[in-house]
């Protein structure tokens, strides 16, 4: 015989899966979201000028 609590149990797994596919795609989202931005950083920086940490274009410190 099935006992009462055994239909909870299987309601929790259902809800437990949806918060773990929902969890899943925004962590999809943000690491596509993520490497864009890398991306955008690396198309920048490739652009032939030296930056510096600080922010000065063209200076070096040697």
Known sequence: MAKAGDKGKGEAKGSRQDRLKLALRENLKRRK??????????DASSSGHETSLDGEVGKRRD
């Open 33 to 42: 979201a993520q490497a864009r931005e890398r991306g955008k950083v690396s």
